[in-house]
């Protein structure tokens, strides 16, 4: 008896250290350095956040990085069905007390109607990059729509895109660095969808971990997000937002 009492406590207690992993509000700050990069502008400070999905941004979150950050960038799932159209409002009034906002799509933004949700772009300022491209100081930010739904066209996004400036790649969807070659000229791409796993046991999960990946095309940045699917559970693989600095490299590292 006494097993079946300690193992309902050790469910208990892990329950609970699942709920707090899932609602945290961390910021990781990185920088990366491009020779691409201007080397008489300042750095960008990006804030980039993912996956947002049901969760509501506390205001931790927002006076951790308003004065830490230029612009801020959210590629994809800012929402999902049966989140309050109030609510999405709600994060993007926080949001824009940081800076302007970019967007891409992500799968489950689709799940709500994608023309009210336009509407509210409109209203608050919020500029979609969809398969397109759009400068900001000193880079150039190309967004491709969802490639889970197939509806990514990286091409059109690309195109016209100067390989020799700083380009940033925003896609919901980190598989699309496959589709990259070196040539290509992208020199970061942020990147969500993940939830890096969400709940890892022994450091194995049904999705990749989070993290930056050095790739032969890319250096590709991948968030585990801010918000959760299906459970507000996470395990191994806890909330975060970002903090990243942009900056001139005369060599790549």
């Given at each position: 008896?006494?097993?079946?009492?300690?193992?309902?406590?050790?469910?208990?207690?892990?329950?609970?250290?699942?709920?707090?992993?899932?609602?945290?509000?961390?910021?990781?700050?990185?920088?990366?350095?491009?020779?691409?990069?201007?080397?008489?502008?300042?750095?960008?400070?990006?804030?980039?956040?993912?996956?947002?999905?049901?969760?509501?941004?506390?205001?931790?979150?927002?006076?951790?990085?308003?004065?830490?950050?230029?612009?801020?960038?959210?590629?994809?799932?800012?929402?999902?069905?049966?989140?309050?159209?109030?609510?999405?409002?709600?994060?993007?009034?926080?949001?824009?007390?940081?800076?302007?906002?970019?967007?891409?799509?992500?799968?489950?933004?689709?799940?709500?109607?994608?023309?009210?949700?336009?509407?509210?772009?409109?209203?608050?300022g919020v500029r979609e990059i969809v398969n397109g491209r759009e400068?900001?100081?000193?880079?150039?930010?190309?967004?491709?729509?969802?490639?889970?739904?197939?509806?990514?066209?990286?091409?059109?996004?690309?195109?016209?895109?100067?390989?020799?400036?700083?380009?940033?790649?925003?896609?919901?969807?980190?598989?699309?660095?496959?589709?990259?070659?070196?040539?290509?000229?992208?020199?970061?791409?942020?990147?969500?969808?993940?939830?890096?796993?969400?709940?890892?046991?022994?450091?194995?999960?049904?999705?990749?971990?989070?993290?930056?990946?050095?790739?032969?095309?890319?250096?590709?940045?991948?968030?585990?997000?801010?918000?959760?699917?299906?459970?507000?559970?996470?395990?191994?693989?806890?909330?975060?937002?970002?903090?990243?600095?942009?900056?001139?490299?005369?060599?790549?590292?």
């Amino acid at each position: 008896m006494w097993i079946i009492s300690v193992l309902l406590v050790i469910g208990v207690v892990l329950i609970l250290y699942m709920v707090r992993e899932a609602f945290a509000d961390r910021v990781r700050e990185l920088t990366f350095r491009f020779p691409s990069y201007p080397r008489d502008a300042s750095p960008l400070k990006v804030f980039f956040l993912s996956d947002i999905h049901k969760r509501t941004i506390s205001e931790n979150i927002i006076n951790a990085v308003k004065d830490k950050a230029d612009v801020v960038v959210i590629v994809g799932d800012l929402t999902e069905g049966g989140v309050p159209l109030s609510r999405v409002e709600k994060n993007l009034d926080s949001l824009t007390a940081i800076g302007p906002i970019f967007f891409v799509w992500g799968n489950n933004d689709y799940e709500v109607d994608p023309v009210r949700l336009k509407a509210l772009f409109q209203k608050k300022g919020v500029r979609e990059i969809v398969n397109g491209r759009e400068d900001f100081g000193a880079v150039t930010f190309i967004g491709v729509d969802d490639g889970t739904l197939e509806r990514a066209d990286l091409p059109r996004a690309m195109s016209g895109i100067d390989p020799a400036s700083c380009n940033i790649l925003l896609s919901h969807d980190p598989s699309l660095s496959a589709d990259l070659v070196s040539t290509d000229g992208i020199d970061l791409m942020l990147s969500g969808h993940t939830h890096g796993g969400q709940i890892r046991l022994f450091g194995w999960g049904l999705y990749p971990k989070s993290g930056v990946d050095r790739l032969p095309a890319v250096t590709r940045m991948t968030s585990a997000g801010y918000g959760t699917s299906l459970l507000p559970l996470r395990l191994g693989a806890k909330a975060e937002t970002h903090v990243v600095t942009i900056a001139h490299s005369p060599e790549e590292e």
